[in-house]
């Protein structure tokens, strides 16, 4: 009978310390994988954004696409802000979690209300290219070679910098 009691005490323990919020190491739940609707609640850049899921905040990375920067003022960086805000922002949306980046947020793509797949959505309005360093996916390459063919959004500048070079010049500028 004792032995019962303690065995439920461990397991209880145990199961408390699932639901520890961890140091700043991990995120609080692993979301890998994982399909889950919250509330848009910030747009950081035309690329990230952050929901609210269980009154939790989550920072989402869009896979498959990279945005201009809008840290340094990278042309059209401003522009894609607000092309991802106008898609998705206080709206309950889907998310798909596929993995975390280097920086803890969640790799993921993101369905808003009207059933746009936002992360193409940013593509064909010509406010992002395919991240192809991280994403091997046909539909983004043909979504940009279509957004690059019809000259939408940053695509009217015929010396568009992709958003990769434009980190790497401001690095080295900085050293």
């Known amino acids: 009978m004792r032995l019962g009691k303690v065995s439920l005490l461990v397991l209880w323990l145990t199961l408390q310390a699932c639901f520890i919020p961890p140091g700043e190491s991990k995120p ?3 979301y890998n994988h994982l399909v889950f609707t919250a509330k848009v609640i910030r747009i950081m850049d035309g690329d ?6 269980h009154n939790q905040p989550v920072k989402i990375r869009l896979a498959h696409i990279d945005c201009p920067e809008k840290l340094g003022s ?15 922002f206080g709206q309950m949306v889907s998310i798909q979690g596929q993995k975390y980046d ?3 947020r969640l790799i993921a793509v993101v369905v808003n ?8 959505e940013m593509i064909k309005q010509g406010m992002a290219w395919h991240f192809k360093k991280y994403s091997s996916d046909p539909l983004y390459a043909q979504l940009e070679i279509t957004a ?3 000259k939408v959004g940053l695509w009217q500048e015929a ?5 990769w070079a434009w980190r790497e010049t401001k690095h080295s500028l900085a050293k």
Do not use: H, I, W
Not at 48 to 53: A, K, N, R
Not at 113 to 120: A, G
Not at 159 to 163: G, I, K, M, R
């Open 159 to 163: 010396d568009a910098v992709a958003p």
């Open 28 to 30: 609080l739940v692993n």
């Open 148 to 150: 690059r063919k019809n």
């Open 102 to 104: 280097r920086y803890k």
């Open 113 to 120: 209300n009207k059933k746009q797949v936002v992360n193409q």
């Open 48 to 53: 990230t954004m952050e929901v609210l899921y």
């Open 74 to 88: 990278q042309p059209f960086g401003n522009n894609a802000k607000k092309a991802l805000s106008d898609l998705c």
